[in-house]
C-alpha cells in the first residue's frame, strides 16, 4: 500500500487530454513539492516535472503539474502514441523522513 | 552531459552483502544531493535512501533500515550504498539518482540506468 494513491490506469485517445491524480496527506503533498516520473517499460524514470511545477529542459509543455492542499495532478495534453508509459507522482513526508511515490498509473493511448 | 553509472549488483544468496556504486560526471558532484531507488520486477517505484550534498545527513526506508548504508565519497564522484542482510524481497533493479537540491527533499533530475540486484539460493 502506497503512502501517496494514484489510479493504477488510465487510457485516452490520441490528441486528448489526460489528468493523473495523486492523493496525500498534510506530511507529504500538503507541505513539500510534488514531482511526477515517467518511465517507459525496459527503461529507467524520466523526471517530468519537479519542485515548484518545472519542467526540465527538452520536457515539452505539453506536460504540467499542479497542486491543491494534499493533492496533485499530472496533466498531459495532445496525447500521443509515445505518452503511452507508467507516471509516478512522488515527494518527501516529512513524518516518515522518507521520499515516496504514488503507486504507478498505467497510461494507454488508444 | 550529466550521467550516473551504477555498477555492482548481481546475485547472491539470502543473508549476503553487497555493495553498489554510481558514478556521477557532468555536475558538481559534491554539491547535490543523491539518491537509490528500486524496482521489484512488474512493480512501482520504491525509495530506498538519500543523503545530502555533504553526507551529513542520511535518510533510509523502514524496509532497509538497520540493514543498508548509503555513503558518497566527492573525491571520486561516487555514490555507495552498502547492503547486507540480503532478502529475496531486496531483489529489484536499483537506480541511482541525481537530486535537484542539496537535501534529498525536492525531486530527482537525472537516473542511472540501473543495476540488478538477484537474492536467491
Known amino acids: 500500500q502506497s503512502v501517496l494513491t494514484q489510479p493504477p490506469s488510465m487510457s485516452a485517445a490520441p490528441g486528448q487530454k489526460v489528468t493523473i491524480s495523486c492523493s496525500g496527506s498534510?506530511?507529504?503533498?500538503?507541505?513539500?513539492?510534488v514531482s511526477w516520473y515517467q518511465q517507459h517499460p525496459g527503461a529507467a524514470p524520466k523526471v517530468l516535472i519537479y519542485?515548484?511545477?518545472r519542467r526540465p529542459s527538452g520536457i515539452p509543455d505539453r506536460f504540467s503539474g499542479s497542486k491543491s492542499g494534499t493533492s496533485a495532478t499530472l496533466g498531459i495534453t495532445g496525447l500521443q502514441a509515445g505518452d503511452e508509459a507508467d507516471y509516478y507522482c512522488?515527494?518527501?513526508?516529512?513524518?516518515?523522513?522518507?521520499?515516496?511515490f504514488g503507486g504507478g498509473t498505467k497510461l494507454t493511448v488508444l | 552531459e550529466v550521467q550516473l553509472l551504477e555498477s555492482g549488483g548481481g546475485l547472491i544468496q539470502p543473508g549476503g552483502s553487497l555493495r553498489l556504486s554510481c558514478a556521477a560526471s557532468?555536475?558538481?558532484?559534491?554539491?547535490?544531493?543523491m539518491s537509490w531507488v528500486r524496482q521489484a520486477p512488474g512493480k512501482g517505484l520504491e525509495w530506498v535512501s538519500g543523503?545530502?550534498?555533504?553526507?551529513?545527513?542520511?535518510y533510509h526506508a523502514d524496509s532497509v533500515k538497520g540493514r543498508f548504508a548509503i555513503s558518497r565519497d566527492s573525491s571520486k564522484n561516487t555514490l555507495y550504498l552498502q547492503m547486507n542482510s540480503l532478502r529475496a524481497e531486496d531483489t529489484a533493479v536499483y537506480y541511482c539518482?541525481?537530486?535537484?537540491?542539496?537535501?534529498?527533499?525536492?525531486?530527482?533530475?537525472?537516473w542511472g540506468q540501473g543495476t540488478t540486484v538477484t537474492v536467491s539460493s
Open positions: 539518482a541525481k537530486e535537484v537540491g542539496g537535501d534529498p527533499h525536492y525531486g530527482m533530475d537525472v
Open positions: 557532468g555536475f558538481p558532484f559534491s554539491g547535490y544531493a
Open positions: 543523503i545530502s550534498y555533504s553526507g551529513g545527513s542520511t
Open positions: 498534510s506530511s507529504n503533498i500538503g507541505s513539500n513539492f
Open positions: 519542485d515548484k511545477n
Open positions: 512522488g515527494t518527501w513526508d516529512g513524518s516518515l523522513s522518507a521520499w515516496v
